[in-house]
T-cell receptor
Framework: DAGVIQSPRHEVTEMGQEVTLRCKPISGHDYLFWYRQTMMRGLELLIYFNNNVPIDDSGMPEDRFSAKMPNASFSTLKIQPSEPRDSAVYFC?????????FGSGTRLTVV | GENVEQHPSTLSVQEGDSAVIKCTYSDSASNYFPWYKQELGKRPQLIIDIRSNVGEKKDQRIAVTLNKTAKHFSLHITETQPEDSAVYFCAASIRAGETSGSRLTFGEGTQLTVNP
């Protein structure tokens, strides 16, 4: 298995633009998580899904952030419009009974 | 919900010394406690985990201990090496079974620096 796959690895965008981050979880994993990591706030859980259904989105900072999981093999995190304070590394992780694996992350820079 | 506290936030040791990182958790139903290592610019990666039915687990230079009564668990690294320098995260969760995943609640991380 190739692990949790995230794209893009790096994204630089201008303030106000829409940003879409993508994640392919490990096949067979029934949970998917989106995290944001910054120096100031550490590792923050934004939202997580169980069997493609959003369970807890209380970590989503505001309405500009949205996440979807249309099927078991794909999820997106969208920021619209983006702001400089959204600059961070965004990690996706997936989990099964024996495994909890992070993707390589997307480094987002909003200028 | 679960709350995990981790100490210290930074730890500096000399090469060859031992390092200990401690975590406490709040939910007595938690039964799974992994530790993750995150090197600079990389993803967090699982290095060791322990379940509530054991008190200690060892893997070469790394060991984890669990005290369920006190609700705390610790990571011990012996004979530290410069390549052990990283951020270490503890976590806790309630794992219902062997097939289903679960949500992890993470501590805030410890920046370990091993000086040559």
């Amino acid at each position: 298995d190739a692990g949790v796959i995230q794209s893009p690895r790096h994204e630089v965008t201008e303030m106000g633009q829409e940003v879409t981050l993508r994640c392919k979880p490990i096949s067979g994993h029934d949970y998917l998580f989106w995290y944001r990591q910054t120096m100031m706030r550490g590792l923050e859980l934004l939202i997580y899904f169980n069997n493609n259904v959003p369970i807890d989105d209380s970590g989503m900072p505001e309405d500009r952030f949205s996440a979807k999981m249309p099927n078991a093999s794909f999820s997106t995190l969208k920021i619209q419009p983006s702001e400089p304070r959204d600059s961070a590394v965004y990690f996706c992780a997936s989990s099964s009974g024996r495994d909890y694996t992070f993707g390589s992350g997307t480094r987002l820079t909003v200028v | 919900g679960e709350n995990v506290e981790q100490h210290p936030s930074t730890l500096s040791v000399q090469e060859g010394d031992s390092a200990v990182i401690k975590c406490t958790y709040s939910d007595s139903a938690s039964n799974y406690f992994p530790w993750y290592k995150q090197e600079l610019g990389k993803r967090p990666q699982l290095i060791i985990d322990i379940r509530s039915n054991v008190g200690e687990k060892k893997d070469q230079r790394i060991a984890v201990t669990l005290n369920k009564t006190a609700k705390h668990f610790s990571l011990h690294i012996t004979e530290t090496q410069p390549e052990d320098s990283a951020v270490y995260f503890c976590a806790a969760s309630i794992r219902a079974g062997e097939t289903s995943g679960s949500r992890l609640t993470f501590g805030e991380g410890t920046q370990l620096t091993v000086n040559p």
